[in-house]
Nanobody, 124 residues
Framework: QVQLVESGGGTVQAGGSLRVSCVASGGNFNRLTMGWFRQAPGKEREFVSAVTWSGGSTYDADSAKGRFTISRDNAKNTVYLQMNSLKPEDTAVYYC?????????????????WGQGTQVTVSS
């Protein structure tokens, strides 16, 4: 139904910036709340940030506030996560997710579709 493909991951030095992208296909992107999650080695997948279909409402994890910015371009069926002031603890696989809920939710169980993930590595 909905396929999500992430890109833009890579390796950066601490304090640097990186933007990951997620392109959606096979669904009505404009009606989906989009979110970003991440999973570090040996840890559970955790919420990072989410944005509603209109782009007017966002919700950020404490770890992302002030450093990460989520945005979306509905014309391109794409959601972005701009990551600034990166820290080694940000190293993880970053996953794009989509939900039919109208709210920007932090709960992974409320998301209906998931991408394959893109690796982000931050060196000290």
């Amino acid at each position: 139904q909905v396929q999500l493909v992430e890109s833009g991951g890579g390796t950066v030095q601490a304090g640097g910036s990186l933007r990951v992208s997620c392109v959606a296909s096979g669904g009505n992107f404009n009606r989906l709340t989009m979110g970003w999650f991440r999973q570090a080695p040996g840890k559970e997948r955790e919420f990072v940030s989410a944005v509603t279909w209109s782009g007017g409402s966002t919700y950020d994890a404490d770890s992302a506030k002030g450093r990460f910015t989520i945005s979306r371009d509905n014309a391109k069926n794409t959601v972005y996560l701009q990551m600034n002031s990166l820290k080694p603890e940000d190293t993880a696989v970053y996953y794009c997710a989509a939900s039919y809920f109208a709210l920007a939710l932090p709960d992974r169980v409320r998301y209906h579709y998931w991408g394959q993930g893109t690796q982000v590595t931050v060196s000290s």
